[in-house]
């Protein structure tokens, strides 16, 4: 069974930067999605970055050029480097995972596996 278990949240003032991590376990598959959502109070889950087997990354366009998912070679932990941070990036953040890559890689329905969360708060 996979488990997901997110750290590095916390609050930070705007401009200011936070790195996510994320401790997967029980993952055997030879291929991967695997990315990072939020969801702030009254707003729906979002998909904000996602990475796959071939390297390929996505990111939501507010997101573009401030955050960079990364993956340790074993697969083992999925980071979010987050800069530049902003008061709309208040949310809490999920990792997810998949075994196969997803068509659409942002949405949350190609993924099976999910984590608790981790709360970032950006002030102004």
């Known amino acids: 069974q996979v488990k997901l278990v997110e750290s590095g949240g916390g609050s930070v003032q705007s401009g200011g930067s936070l790195r996510l991590s994320c401790a997967v376990f029980?993952?055997?598959?030879?291929?991967?999605?695997m990315g990072w959502f939020r969801q702030a109070p009254g707003k729906e889950r979002e998909g904000v970055a996602a990475i796959d087997t071939t390297g390929a990354s996505n990111y939501a366009d507010s997101v573009k050029g401030r955050f960079t998912i990364t993956i340790s070679q074993d697969k083992s932990m999925l980071y979010l480097q987050m800069s530049s941070l902003k008061p709309e990036d208040t949310a809490m953040y999920y990792c997810?995972?998949?075994?196969?890559?997803?068509?659409?890689?942002?949405?949350?329905?190609?993924?099976?596996?999910w984590g608790q969360g981790t709360q970032v708060t950006v002030s102004s």
């Open positions: 997810a995972a998949n075994y196969r890559p997803a068509t659409t890689p942002l949405s949350s329905r190609g993924y099976s596996y």
């Open positions: 029980g993952y055997t598959g030879s291929t991967y999605c």
